[in-house]
């Protein structure tokens, strides 16, 4: 990155903040790229921020926090995402027979309960999912990230422009569709409460629910570019 007066240091959904508490430990040992960096914050908790604002306190650094990584400042960028894009919201699809559905959420209007109820994929789309995942049976579910891909791109943009690099670590998969199995084809969005798994629907709004992450499409994003 040819030693930048100012660099983007960006962590996206950074918690805490503990693990920049220890990139910033780290980087102090080299005071040349420690002054040089820039902190960009992507967090959308204002509970979060208080904590990092807390945790951050000791570093004499410009920390900056914003809702959007489009806000980022127009340098050099190293961006982190640790265990970040699995909380990203999915599109789910399903199989039925020889055609492709969204899986939705539909409140029951016997029951008032929430449950899962599907609608029939457009011409369109139809076409791209038999297309693309033409190894998919009966019953297949696949599961797509919209955000994901759309942060994929920005990132791969604006590294380009202005050079820099991104780490991205995540409970994932990375096997391209003409590759997968009949076993790729489960669906792994999941709820979890202090640290075990729960029924979807029964902990609305009170458990974390993620989704393993699909590298294989956010590679494709960053290649297309």
Known sequence: MEKSKKINLVELGPGRGLLMHDLLKVAKLVPEFYNALNINLIEINQNFISFQKSNLSKYDLDIKFMQKIEDIDSLPSIVIANEFFDALPITQYI???????????????????????????????????????????????????????????????????????????????????????????????????????????????????????????????????
């Not at 696949?142 to 994929?152: A, M, Q, T, Y």
């Open 95 to 225: 199989k039925v027979k020889d055609l492709w559905y969204e899986s939705i959420l539909m409140m029951d209007p016997k029951d008032g309960k929430v449950k899962f109820d599907k609608i029939a994929c457009n011409n369109e789309l139809q076409k791209y999912l038999l297309q693309s995942h033409s190894n998919a049976y009966d019953g297949a579910i696949i599961e797509e990230s919209f955000e994901s891909l759309e942060l994929v791109r920005f990132i791969s943009d604006h590294i380009k422009k202005y050079s820099g690099c991104a780490l991205i670590i995540d409970y994932g998969y990375d096997i391209h569709t003409t590759e997968r199995l009949r076993n790729h084809y489960n669906p792994t969005l999941q709820a979890i409460k202090n640290h075990r798994y729960h029924p979807l629907l029964e902990t609305l709004g009170e458990a974390d629910l993620s989704a393993h992450v699909d590298f294989a499409a956010l590679k494709n994003t960053i290649y297309d570019r």
